[in-house]
């Protein structure tokens, strides 16, 4: 079972970075970021941290693995964030809060539609966190 996740997070990042035209040369590095992001959310979801909690840990190594891929290929950081949050992404979720929406179902949906907000929350913040954090050293190596 680990084995279908680890490949479908790496095609799902991978096939989004050709949505994005990324260079043909990076896929497999932007894949490799998605699929970690997700080996990571996995990994601590499995062991009862709450989603919205594992979720964040998730963007925020992806948003470390993608800053330290965009120095060492000197291309933005975006070509990697991007492709490597797909994973995370609540679209599932959302889907089902609006298909309950659609069955009158409203507090099932509400309770779905605020899980996928969270979990889009945190992954800004995950990624935010580790560009401050990134910031922070940057500040302290240069002083």
């Not at 998730?58 to 990697?80: D, E, G, H, L, N």
């Not at 509400?110 to 996928?116: C, D, E, G, R, Y």
């Not at 800004?124 to 560009?131: C, D, P, R, V, Y």
Request: glycine share 6%; net charge positive.
């Amino acid at each position: 079972m680990i084995i279908q996740h680890i490949l479908t997070s790496f095609i799902a990042s991978a096939a989004f970075g050709i949505i994005f035209n990324i260079p043909k040369k990076l896929l497999i590095n932007s894949g490799f970021v998605g699929m970690v992001g997700w080996m990571i959310y996995f990994l601590f979801a499995e062991h009862q941290l709450n989603g919205v909690a594992a979720t964040f840990i998730a963007a925020f190594f992806v948003a470390m693995i993608s800053t330290i891929f965009a120095r060492i290929y000197k291309t933005p950081v975006t070509i990697f964030s991007v492709s490597g949050i797909i994973p995370l992404v609540p679209g599932g979720l959302a889907f089902e809060a609006m298909r309950h929406v659609v069955f009158n179902d409203y507090n099932t949906a509400i309770s779905l539609a605020a899980k996928a907000f969270m979990i889009s929350g945190v992954i800004a913040m995950g990624l935010i966190f580790s560009e401050v954090i990134n910031q922070l050293v940057k500040r302290k190596w240069k002083s």
